[in-house]
Structures are given as C-alpha cells and as structure tokens.
C-alpha cells in the first residue's frame, strides 16, 4: 500500500502555501485547465470508452451508465465549469461581519480555506475536474480517490489537470489522485485526523454509511436523494405534468431526480391518466399506490419500501394524497431532506410546504432537477449535502471555506 | 437506564414546534428565565455548594472548583446573559442570501434551526444556563447531560429554568436534562443519528477524545486550548506586561487563558526578569526553556511535554524564540488552534501572525481571555470550536442555526 500518512503530511504542508495564493494565479490556473480538458477531450473519451465498455460487460444499469459516459459535450460542459469557476469572486480573505466592541475591541470574521478535503467518489468522471476546480478556487488542497468502474476516465482527467496545476506552479500536493486500487486505502484516509479537515463521500448509499462509520474527521455527505414532487388541488395540471415529467425523465440517474409523485385526490382522476400515459410512453414504469391503481388500472402496486428507494432509473412511485398534510407528513417520513417540490397556485399551500418540509431544497413551481452547484450559480458542486452541519445544498466555493476570528487591539485586558 | 430513544423522539417532534415559534414568545421566556434565575440564588447556591464540598474533598484543583463555583455576582451573570440572549435579533427565518437565476428561479438561502442540539458537559453550572437560552433563541431543542461534579448545581438550574419553559408553554421537549448517572447513556445518546442533528462536548480532552470515537452524529468541539502569547521585538513591554498577566492569572481555569508565553530572544533579558517576578508575584509556577532559565535563573526547566499542556492552573511555559517564525512555527506545532496573541508595533509582523497562525481567533495587542460568546457580543456561547466545519470560535445562536435553500420557479424545468 502507498504511504497514505505521507500523502497527507504533503498535502497538508502545501495547503498553508494554497492559502495564501495570489487570487490572479489561481484562476489563470482554471483558464488553462479547462483549455486542456477541450484539447485533450479525444484521449479523454478514448479513455472513457474503457470504462463504458467494462460497465456494459458488467450488465450495469442504464443510468449508471449515463453518469459515467463523457462524450464532447460532457467535456465541453466540464471546461464551461471550470471557466465559470475561474469568474467567481475569490472566496479567500472577505470579511464576513465586523463587530466593534465597547471596549474597542475590533473583531473581524475572515473567510479562509478549510484546508486538506478528501474526495470519495463512484462512478462520475465530471467530479473530478469540479472537486479539482472548486478547491483550487477555494484555497483548499484536495485528495480524490475515484471508484474502480471510472478509474480509466478519471486517470486521463487528472493527468490533462495535473500537467496544467505544474505548468501554472501550484504547490505539489495541491491535487493528488490516489491510484492504487487497494481497498484498504480508504480506511488508511479515514485515520488521518489532523491531516485531512473534511470528508465528502460520492455516491452509493453503502459507500457512504461505511465512511460515516469509519470517520473520526467531519464527514459532508447525502445519503440518497428520495425527491417528491406534490401537485397539490390548486396546480396548473399542464405545468405539473411538464414539471413532474422533466423531474423524473430529463436524467433519471442522477439524485435530483423524482422518486415518487404525490397528487392531491381531488384532481387525481384529472391529472393521473395522461400523466401516466406520457410516462409510460416515455419508459418509465410507474408503482403507484391503491388509489393510483383504481384510478389507472393494469400498474404494477408500490409496497412499502418503494416509498424509501431511491431508484435512479425510469421508475416512479405515485402516491394519491387527502390533502397537503398528508403530502408533508410522507415526505418527512420517506424523504431523504434533499429536494421536494410542490406544484400550485395556493400562495399559502406554497408556504406551508416551504416552511415545514424539511428538506436542504424546497420548490415551489419548479423540478426538482435544479438542485445543482452550476444550476445555482456555483460554477459547480463538490457535492451535496442533505445534513444540516456546515452546508446544505450543492457544496461550492463558499461552503468549502471557513473562518477565522481575527481581532484587533490596543492593550485590552479582560476585567 | 432510562428510554434515550423515546426522549430523544420528543425532543424531535418538539423541534418542529420550536422551528416555528413565535419571536416574541421566545424572548418573553428567556425574560423570564433570567428573573427566575436571580429570584433563586438562594437555593441554587446551597445546591451549589454540596458539589463545592464533594470537591473539595475529593482533592479537585483548585482551578476547577474555581470553574464549579457559585455565588450572587456570577448567577447575576447567568441571568445577564439570558437578557443578552434575548435582546439579539432572532436568527431564524433570516434570508441570507438572493439570488435570481438566468431562467428568473428565485432562489433565498434561509436561516432554519439546526434541530436537536446535545451538550454534554462536566463541571461549569453556567453551561447549563447558558445553552438553554441559547438553544431557545435559535429555535433548537437541547439535551443536556452534565458531568457527576456539579451535578446538584446543574439539577437546581435546570428545575428553576424548565419551571419558567413551562409557565410560558414551550413545547414539552424542548429542554431536557439528563439526571441519571449511568455511564452508557452518553453512548446510547451518540447512536441516535436521525434524531439528534449534533453534539456539543464540552470537559475534559478524554471525554472528548471518545465522544468523537464513537459518534456518528456530527460533533463541534475544542479538544483544548493551549493558547500563546507572542511579545515581539517591536512591542511595548508595559502593554505586554498587562495582557500576558492578564491572559494567565485573571481565570487559570478557563480554555482561553494563556498557557505559554513566547518571547522574542531581542528583548528577552529586559522583559524577562520583570514580567517573571511580576508571574511569581502571583503564585504563577514558571516552566522555562533553556534561554529563560539563563535570564532569570532558579526556575523549573520546561520539558517537551510542557509545550502541549493546557495546565488550567497557575503554572505558565515560557520560552524565549529567535523571530517571528520562531513563533509562527512553535505555534502551529504545539498549539491548539484555539486563541493565539501577538503584542507588537510593527503592523507588518501583525499580519503576518494574524494571516499565518491558523487559530479560531488570533489577536493583536490584547488578552486571549477576550475569546467567548459574551464578549464577542453573543450573549453567551455553547461552546468553542477549533475545529473548522461548521463554527470556528464561539458558538452562539448563529452558529446553532442551518439554513434551507427555498426555491420559487413559474414552471422551470431543465433543458
């Protein structure tokens, strides 16, 4: 096994230089990244295809294989990420609040850099040029350690960013990849308290309940992402169908996507059979409850622990509610506190809703596919989080940074 | 053992009354609260007392029976603080952030209480105080489980201010203290993931060390505080003279009190001899370093073991460094990341310690004793944290809240 203590000890010991970066050189190191992710894009799809090809051979599912195919737009919408990253304004060094105290004291909260992040990922090559991006922005220092079924595709991307991250003169041990297959190395990283400030699991929810297990250092992390959306009595059935469509079709491996439907009863029998005929022409295949049964006859019947699976694929629960009560109390019941939607034109359903479903995202009017660093003006995400510690939400820039309490005097002592 | 699991649902269903409270209602109980608290000084200081007495046959410290002790002025303090509490604006429902999106998504970033907050604590009483009307204000619910030590204080504080949450109809779970001394149920309390959202330890670095160990529910923490302060070449030695004093001998017992002294080997001989006699003076034990003992001989030697004590008493460490670097480097190696201190002139070396010294707080020109919820203008804290996720520093009713993204679309969806 590699020496992980070293690995760390280096990365560690550059992320006090990464700190204090000039905020020009960081982004032209961005700039020049994403340049490279284009010119490369060819060897980097090459690489990719390896890895398609052993995940057909291993019969994995369909939106698996979507997360983790590149083809050039990928890589395009990749650079884009990188570039948008480049623009944002430096998180390092704002001040975030000052106090003048009675005494004189004056107290400033400044923003700085967590320091050494640790990046446990399956099978999306893209996080790898994000988490690379969005730390580098942040002053942070990033250990990733990629899933064996994108390990051709990730090696390929880190290497095009690696030669740039040189070439632009960032300390060695800024960005670091971990090759080596061993399963044990995991556990290895985990130990490292003291060295690595945040872990931030990627992908199946086993993967990330045995590194919340196994972690003595802070973990950011989802479990899964069980996203409802609810059409309440009050909705505009037409945008409810485009919005429940788009939430379940538009990408269905990915966590921000639709789980299970809630309708309210007394515009099921309106909203339910079209709606399920344009699922079902779409692919999708619908588990619904006995109501949605009665209502659209011939459906396969959800049990119970259809409402708590998160199936990143064409499969949808659909569950017919009494009333937005109803709609909530299944949601704080089975939902994952990733993303929930509700569908009307009732100002105060709309608030009940935002108010008391406690999830790190609530929509009104909206899919719940927005749920993203990009599409939330981030650039991109390093992750996210369904916790309430920390960050909520995508995990961008900001919410890899900290803060520190810098405090200026003129002889005060404590009476 | 008692029924940690069903306490902990009630604390969890009474967290979502708590989320939604009425402002005005929070701050009418905490009003009430601090009246309460100085109509029974009385009774709360004899209960105070036979933990005093346990302790002082038991051979504690006399710092930490400082720490353990009661009297009029500091339950006044107590009471102060619940004022000071309620008087700060309430933190939740607060809009952090607008942002309005390219495709016009509205999206706030909304400040939510965090949920259920546990503190387990040893043997300060005002902790109990303290983070009851914390918890209040930020709408969390708090289970409280305090250390044997001061264990008729903290019942006789809890009784006194439970009787007031009651009278002013908080929901039944909202403040919970644990009166039975069983030693597994701080483990049985760390399995609950799910119902408590974080743990705030506060005592000994052992009983930190195995919190940690076997949570997997998030923790915000100090392990403790070694705390510096750095005379440089340039500063005036009468100014450095009154804040090391003070950072030393004002409270010994706290985590914020200096435990080494660094000096800049420039002015050593001059500032040494005075500021030494000034230490002894006072009771203070000085443990120094080699060059120390040749300035002021006849004292003991500081052995390696002596850089990383928080002694919590009157003993100091001191050690006399060749420059700033000198410093910078002692610091990172032994200290805690808690609260640093430099006393100089020179602006450029202030910066330099202020950007370089990655602690919670770091000051320049005054007492390290300043670091605490109260004098940072938060009324009081929870706790302090070194760690760098989530809080850094004081925890007050900021740090105990989340936020929630909450989302307003007229039908978006994603292309």
Redesign the interface.
């Known amino acids: 096994m590699i020496d992980i203590k070293l690995l760390c000890q280096k990365a560690r010991a550059a992320s006090?230089e990464m700190s204090?970066l000039d905020p020009e050189l960081k982004s032209r190191a961005l700039r020049s990244m994403a340049r490279a992710l284009i010119k490369n894009s060819s060897y980097i799809i090459k690489e990719n295809a390896k890895d398609v090809k052993s995940a057909r051979k291993n019969n994995i599912s369909g939106a698996l294989i979507d997360r983790l195919t590149l083809d050039e737009k990928r890589i395009r919408a990749m650079a884009d990420s990188l570039i948008e990253i480049s623009k944002l304004k430096d998180p390092v060094g704002q001040i975030l609040e000052t106090?003048s105290?009675p005494n004189a004291?004056s107290?400033k909260k400044v923003r700085?850099p967590?320091?050494v992040i640790l990046v446990i990922y399956e099978s999306r090559p893209n996080v790898t040029s994000d988490c690379i991006g969005l730390s580098l922005k942040s002053g942070n220092c990033v250990i990733m350690r990629g899933g064996s079924d994108a390990i051709n595709s990730n090696r390929a991307i880190f290497a095009v960013l690696n030669n740039e991250a040189l070439k632009n003169k960032l300390p060695e041990g800024a960005i670091t990849m971990i090759r080596d297959a061993d399963r044990n190395i995991v556990n290895a990283l985990l130990e490292q308290e003291g060295l690595i400030?945040?872990v931030m699991p990627r992908g199946g929810e086993s993967l990330i309940r045995e590194v919340?297990?196994n972690s003595?250092i802070?973990?950011?992390k989802h479990y899964k992402g069980v996203c409802h959306t609810y059409v309440d009595e009050s909705a505009?059935l037409g945008?409810a169908m485009?919005?429940c469509?788009?939430?379940k079709v538009?990408?269905p491996g990915v966590c921000n996507a639709m789980e299970t439907m809630l309708v309210n009863k007394k515009i099921a029998k309106k909203f339910l059979p079209d709606m399920i005929r344009r699922f079902e022409d779409a692919g999708v295949e619908i588990r619904g409850c006995g109501e949605t049964v009665k209502i659209v006859p011939g459906m396969k019947r959800a049990d119970e622990g259809d409402w708590y699976t998160e199936y990143l694929d064409l499969i949808l629960s659909v569950k017919v509610v009494d009333n937005i009560d109803e709609a909530i109390k299944h949601i704080m019941k089975y939902g994952s506190n990733h993303s929930d939607a509700i569908v009307t034109n009732d100002k105060k359903a709309a608030e009940r809703f935002?108010?008391?479903v406690?999830?790190?995202?609530?929509?009104?009017?909206?899919?719940t596919?927005?749920?993203d660093g990009n599409?939330?003006?981030k650039g991109a995400e390093i992750g996210i989080s369904t916790?309430?510690?920390?960050a909520?939400?995508p995990v961008g820039i900001e919410e890899l940074t900290?803060?520190?309490?810098?405090?200026?005097?003129?002889?005060?002592?404590?009476k």
């Open positions: 006090r204090i106090r105290r004291l107290i700085v967590i320091g400030d945040l919340i297990r003595r802070p973990v950011i505009d945008m485009r919005i469509f788009n939430a538009q990408r935002l108010n008391e406690d999830s790190a995202c609530v929509y009104v009017n909206a899919s596919r927005f749920t599409q939330f003006g916790g309430k510690i920390h909520r939400g900290s803060y520190k309490y810098v405090i200026y005097g003129k002889g005060q002592i404590r």
